[in-house]
């Protein structure tokens, strides 16, 4: 009998059901529709470069409590992988008393983390969509078939929204289980849910430091998520180890 012939790979990318281009445009819009206001709040603010060169944080003081969220939403929004931009310090600098996002630490803490954690799904969101849209690649999509990856599937599909959220409060430079979610072709409701868990909690954890702190907060709050990452590998990896290793 013939050899059956490989399936296309590439053509079975293309059928993830995901719609690439939707997403962006509704992003696009979405980012117009918040950029036009604040650009007339804060010109209509009257501020000039030299203030804020040189005292941001009064200039900040002084700012109405919708521009300063929104301007939060709007650049977390852009931190993906694709442009990392770094956040850790940005939301410490909104969370700090002197800066008056909230009247108390509780209402800052809650202000910044669901602002936070709102923009950073959205943030992911772009990196599913972009990662989706590697992967529709012929070479690119051939990663599936390896052992390694087929592996990795299998740990991931143990508990993805657990491993989700878990990569979301840890503070690591590259997050390989976003990336893996995306190949395994995780649903994007429950990876966005799981996004904003996970992002929620480390973002309230830099707020509420930074606040009780002052500028040092920041460097605290990302010191207690170090010790969470060794935790959490700690858990994690040796059950990944154990899964790459061959079956006897």
């Given at each position: 009998m013939p050899t059956p012939a490989m399936p296309d790979v590439?053509?079975?990318a293309d059928r993830d059901g995901v719609?690439?281009?939707r997403w962006f445009a509704f992003y696009a819009l979405g980012l117009a529709a918040a950029c036009v206001p604040l650009g007339m709040m804060i010109s209509?603010?009257?501020?000039?470069?030299?203030?804020?060169?040189?005292?941001?944080?009064?200039?900040?003081?002084?700012?109405?409590?919708?521009?300063?969220l929104l301007t939060f939403a709007v650049y977390i929004s852009?931190?993906?992988?694709?442009?990392?931009?770094?956040?850790?310090?940005?939301?410490?600098?909104?969370?700090?008393?002197?800066?008056?996002?909230?009247?108390?630490?509780?209402?800052?803490?809650?202000a910044v983390a669901a602002v936070g954690a709102a923009a950073s799904t959205v943030a992911n969101l772009n990196d599913y969509h972009l990662f989706t849209l590697v992967l529709r690649s012929r070479r690119i999509a051939?990663?599936?078939?390896?052992?390694?990856?087929?592996t990795a599937a299998r740990w991931f599909a143990r508990s993805p929204f657990y491993l989700v959220t878990l990569f979301n409060v840890l503070p690591i430079p590259v997050d390989v289980v976003r990336m893996l979610a995306t190949t395994y072709r995780y649903p994007r409701?429950?990876?966005?849910?799981?996004?904003?868990?996970?992002?929620?909690i480390r973002y309230g954890v830099i707020a509420f430091v930074t606040y009780k702190l002052?500028?040092?907060?920041?460097?605290?709050?990302?010191?207690?998520?170090?010790?969470?990452?060794?935790?959490?590998a700690i858990k994690?990896?040796?059950a990944a180890v154990r899964s790459l290793r061959p079956a006897s």
């Amino acid at each position: 009998m013939p050899t059956p012939a490989m399936p296309d790979v590439a053509a079975l990318a293309d059928r993830d059901g995901v719609s690439v281009g939707r997403w962006f445009a509704f992003y696009a819009l979405g980012l117009a529709a918040a950029c036009v206001p604040l650009g007339m709040m804060i010109s209509h603010e009257g501020w000039t470069w030299q203030q804020w060169r040189a005292d941001p944080f009064a200039v900040l003081a002084a700012t109405p409590v919708a521009v300063k969220l929104l301007t939060f939403a709007v650049y977390i929004s852009l931190c993906c992988t694709f442009l990392p931009l770094p956040t850790g310090g940005v939301v410490s600098a909104v969370a700090m008393k002197t800066v008056a996002i909230g009247p108390d630490v509780w209402t800052t803490t809650l202000a910044v983390a669901a602002v936070g954690a709102a923009a950073s799904t959205v943030a992911n969101l772009n990196d599913y969509h972009l990662f989706t849209l590697v992967l529709r690649s012929r070479r690119i999509a051939k990663l599936r078939q390896t052992r390694f990856y087929q592996t990795a599937a299998r740990w991931f599909a143990r508990s993805p929204f657990y491993l989700v959220t878990l990569f979301n409060v840890l503070p690591i430079p590259v997050d390989v289980v976003r990336m893996l979610a995306t190949t395994y072709r995780y649903p994007r409701v429950p990876f966005a849910a799981a996004n904003f868990v996970g992002r929620f909690i480390r973002y309230g954890v830099i707020a509420f430091v930074t606040y009780k702190l002052g500028d040092k907060g920041g460097w605290v709050a990302l010191g207690l998520l170090g010790v969470a990452a060794l935790l959490g590998a700690i858990k994690v990896l040796p059950a990944a180890v154990r899964s790459l290793r061959p079956a006897s």
